[in-house]
């Protein structure tokens, strides 16, 4: 069993910069694929970024790639989401989830973390 909890959202204005942490418990989730999804209110759930167990692949949104970073410190069991260039857009609730395998749908999940990009 894993569990994830996030941190670090916040009341940013456009252009500013934000990390989110994602902690996680149990003694195999440093070999997990990680990734973080967010979702807007009234929108579906959407992916934002994944990282590999090995820390040598990430993919990205096309809608942040470029400004948001993903990184994982397996000896923490943590995972963060360096977000640059913050936009109006990017307001969503930010939840952590993690596979095993990286195949397939992802198991475990996080309560989330509130990110709003006002003016």
């Known amino acids: 069993q894993v569990q994830l909890v996030e941190s670090g959202g916040g009341l940013v204005q456009p252009g500013d910069s934000l990390r989110l942490s994602c902690a996680a418990s149990g003694r195999t989730s440093s070999t997990y694929v990680m990734a973080w999804f967010r979702q807007a209110p009234g929108k579906e759930r959407e992916f934002v970024a994944r990282i590999s167990a090995t820390n040598d692949y990430t993919a990205y949104a096309n809608s942040v790639k470029g400004r948001f970073t993903m990184s994982r410190d397996n000896a923490k069991n943590t995972v963060y989401l360096q977000m640059n260039s913050l936009k109006l857009e990017d307001t969503a609730t930010y939840y952590c989830?993690?596979?095993?395998?990286?195949?397939?749908?992802?198991?475990?999940w996080g309560q989330g973390t509130q990110v709003t990009v006002s003016s």
């Open positions: 989830a993690a596979n095993p395998t990286g195949i397939g749908s992802w198991q475990y």
